[in-house]
């Protein structure tokens, strides 16, 4: 089975930067695709940021792409999230999640049906 612990998760100003850690174990085949989720109460968990860990290759939402990188450390068997140039709208409870492989389509590669495996979430909250 696989295991995802999310950290770095934190309090930030506005236009302030956070690292979250995603440190991944057990079943290798069946995080060969990760993602990052975030989710505020009330309302469904999106997705926003996916590697395909085989291939190397990165996705992103519109709304984060010029300011969230998502990253692997093969070594560590961890996926990275640098997000920089944070805003009120960014608070939210962010999720590590994974699968055994990466879907192509556009509407089913940042979709929480799309992924087998999650973790127990970091919380993000950034004031103004």
């Known amino acids: 089975q696989v295991q995802l612990v999310e950290s770095g998760g934190g309090s930030v100003q506005a236009g302030g930067s956070l690292l979250l850690s995603c440190a991944a174990s057990g079943a290798s085949d069946r995080r060969i695709c990760m993602a990052w989720f975030r989710q505020v109460p009330g309302n469904e968990r999106e997705g926003f940021a996916r590697i395909n860990t085989a291939r190397g290759t990165a996705d992103y939402a519109v709304s984060v792409k010029s300011r969230f990188t998502i990253s692997l450390d093969k070594a560590k068997n961890t996926v990275s999230l640098q997000m920089n140039s944070l805003t009120p709208e960014d608070t939210a409870m962010y999720y590590c999640?994974?699968?055994?492989?990466?879907?192509?389509?556009?509407?089913?590669?940042?979709?929480?049906?799309?992924?087998?495996?999650w973790g127990q979430g970091t919380q993000v909250t950034v004031s103004s």
């Open positions: 999640a994974a699968h055994s492989f990466c879907y192509t389509s556009s509407s089913s590669s940042l979709s929480r049906y799309s992924y087998t495996s």
